[in-house]
């Protein structure tokens, strides 16, 4: 959530000492200042450090080109600092003025960066509600910035976290999720493209969707970035979805323990009442069984996993178990009638 918002503006050029300092609702710590506007300054502008703090901003990517001003206020990219314990988020103004705010600790800032650079536009390039020459302007312009944005916040990321299950019936919504490297990513491509890379290793950063054109129907499918850093954004995917999907790398037991974890921590977060659930066993194809006594090998492999991740504890969902490989294709195409048929 946002606590704070500053701006610090310079009284004389290249005095890093002598600022001007704005902040809401409180004011910010003046202990260390100098040594956070250092910090911060650095981290606009690596070269350059006392001299024009943020020059280098002006010829960096300019935020928004429908200005109609002959003077338009360039609106640097957001930095995203932690600094000491304060995790920061700041834009360079015009290459002069520091636009600040501050999170709590958990916060990602990145989820604020659109909206930042988009009312600092808005209110100063469209809008024209500050010239920073009074007081009282720069400390009105801050007040709106800082409830605008927090406001954001407070109704579309925290309140992404009621999930609840109201599907339009347009299309159906599948939601991949899983730890990292199980092969949510080569899934969600194989069945979109047919194709598959062996040691293809790209982390997924954020949600991709895809559409998956099939002959009994469309469906959208969520797949969710695995690494530990990304899991607590997972819920803000999982609103108004049709069909659960969580995969398992068979052949990583050493990540069985992190794996089931992370399920069961999803779970236990909502009511998933109702809502069928696909798990799939992947990279089966890793796990080498004698071929005479195949099937039986499977289901006793198959039996292990569901007691390991006490999948029978599930009481109020539809729910399956599917072993797969997306390096050979196999069950593939099973998986995804199972998604028309769960649904
Ligand atoms: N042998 C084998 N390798 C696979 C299979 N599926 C995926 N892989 C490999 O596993 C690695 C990780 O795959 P990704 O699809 O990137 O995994 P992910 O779950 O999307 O990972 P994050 O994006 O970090 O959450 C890649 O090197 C894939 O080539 C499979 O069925 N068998
Ligand atoms: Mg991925």
């Not at 338009?72 to 834009?91: A, C, E, H, K, R």
């Not at 920073?132 to 312009?141: C, M």
């Not at 659930?277 to 004698?290: A, E, Q, R, S």
Request: negative net charge; hydrophobic residues 35%; aromatic residues 12%.
């Amino acid at each position: 959530m946002l606590s704070k918002i500053f701006l610090l503006k310079r009284k004389k050029s290249n005095d890093l000492t002598n600022l001007d300092i704005y902040s809401y609702p409180e004011d910010i710590d003046k202990k260390d200042n100098k040594d956070i506007v250092l910090k911060i300054i650095q981290g606009h502008d690596q070269e350059s450090l006392e001299n024009n703090c943020c020059d280098n901003l002006k010829s960096e990517h300019v935020v928004k080109s429908t200005q109609t001003t002959s003077h338009p206020f360039v609106i640097g990219n957001p930095v995203s600092q932690l600094i000491g314990d304060q995790n920061l988020y700041t834009i360079c103004i015009n290459g002069e003025l520091l636009i600040g705010l501050v999170f709590e600790k958990e916060d990602n800032p990145y989820d604020y960066r659109e909206i930042f650079v988009d009312m600092s536009n808005e209110l100063l390039n469209i809008e024209k509600c500050c010239s920073f020459k009074d007081d009282i302007a720069i400390e009105n312009f801050l007040i709106t910035l800082f409830i605008d944005i927090k406001r954001f916040g407070d109704e579309t990321l925290e309140k992404a976290h009621d999930v609840s299950f109201h599907p339009s019936g347009l299309f159906t919504k599948v939601f991949l999720f899983g730890i990292d490297e199980v092969g949510k990513s080569s899934f969600t491509r194989r069945i979109k493209t047919g194709k598959f890379n062996d040691n293809f290793f790209t982390p997924s950063k954020r949600f991709n969707i895809e559409y998956i054109q099939r002959k009994n129907g469309l469906f959208s499918i969520w797949t969710v970035p695995g690494q530990a850093f990304f899991r607590d954004r997972w819920l803000r995917g999982l609103q108004d979805s049709n069909i659960l999907v969580f995969m398992i790398d068979v052949a990583n037991q050493l990540r069985f323990e992190e794996s089931k974890t992370e399920f069961w921590k999803l779970f236990n977060q909502n009511e998933f009442k109702g809502v069928s659930l696909l798990i799939l066993g992947n990279k089966i194809d890793l796990i080498n069984h004698n071929n005479s006594n195949n099937d039986e090998q499977l289901k006793r492999t198959e039996k292990e996993i569901i007691d390991f991740f006490e999948f029978d504890s599930l009481q109020h969902n539809n729910w399956e178990f599917v072993f797969t490989s997306v390096k050979t294709s196999y069950n593939i195409e099973k998986v995804v009638n199972t998604i028309f048929t769960l649904v």
